[in-house]
């Protein structure tokens, strides 16, 4: 909880609520407290969180989700202080997380999804190995089910090679 204050004043940058599904505008410090305290029951249910810290609030908080429906498969995703942006931080982190997901948990897939019009996470994907798998409708937001957004998913493996297939239908996921 020693970190609300950073999250918070990491999250006034209305551009993170743009483009992710979970972070909400106006962001408040109920909204930080809420969010670090999901972290040890998502712990225990396959979502690993990480993140550095550094002087100042956090540069970036990564997150890999195991989900359905392959095996093996899980998404990574992160968003990135507005005071460290274009400094090649979401990169490294995309790369050091996706290493780390598939030398410690066994992993074969990892998936990237990027709403429609975020070209710097779609360099970001790009730059971290990950290759474009097509574009995804009807994703629920994580803030409010009813409604939904668009993204590209972008996707790698364990052994470079491109996927064989992947889940298109991404509805009842939030």
């Given at each position: 909880?020693?970190?609300?204050p950073?999250?918070?004043?990491?999250?006034?940058d209305q551009e993170?609520?743009?483009?992710?599904?979970?972070?909400?505008?106006p962001y408040?410090?109920d909204h930080a407290?809420d969010?670090?305290?999901?972290?040890?029951?998502?712990?225990?249910?396959?979502v690993?969180r990480?993140?550095r810290?550094?002087?100042?609030?956090?540069?970036?908080?990564?997150r890999?989700a195991r989900?359905?429906?392959r095996a093996g498969?899980?998404?990574?995703?992160y968003?990135v202080?507005?005071w460290?942006r274009?400094?090649g931080?979401?990169?490294?982190?995309?790369?050091?997380m996706?290493r780390?997901?598939?030398?410690d948990?066994?992993?074969v897939?990892l998936d990237?999804l990027?709403k429609?019009?975020?070209?710097?996470s779609?360099?970001?994907?790009?730059r971290a190995g990950y290759?474009y798998?097509g574009?995804?409708?009807?994703?629920?937001?994580?803030l409010d089910p009813?409604?939904?957004?668009?993204a590209?998913?972008w996707?790698?493996t364990?052994?470079?090679?491109?996927?064989?297939?992947?889940?298109p239908d991404?509805?009842?996921?939030?």
């Amino acid at each position: 909880m020693d970190d609300v204050p950073d999250v918070t004043e990491a999250c006034q940058d209305q551009e993170i609520s743009r483009w992710t599904s979970a972070i909400p505008w106006p962001y408040r410090p109920d909204h930080a407290r809420d969010w670090i305290a999901t972290h040890p029951d998502e712990r225990a249910g396959g979502v690993v969180r990480g993140g550095r810290r550094h002087d100042g609030p956090p540069p970036r908080l990564d997150r890999i989700a195991r989900r359905a429906p392959r095996a093996g498969d899980a998404e990574i995703g992160y968003w990135v202080a507005a005071w460290a942006r274009s400094r090649g931080v979401a990169t490294r982190a995309v790369g050091l997380m996706t290493r780390w997901a598939f030398s410690d948990f066994a992993l074969v897939y990892l998936d990237l999804l990027t709403k429609l019009g975020n070209e710097t996470s779609e360099r970001v994907a790009i730059r971290a190995g990950y290759r474009y798998a097509g574009e995804v409708s009807g994703i629920p937001s994580a803030l409010d089910p009813d409604r939904h957004f668009d993204a590209k998913r972008w996707t790698t493996t364990a052994d470079g090679r491109p996927p064989l297939e992947w889940p298109p239908d991404y509805a009842g996921r939030g």
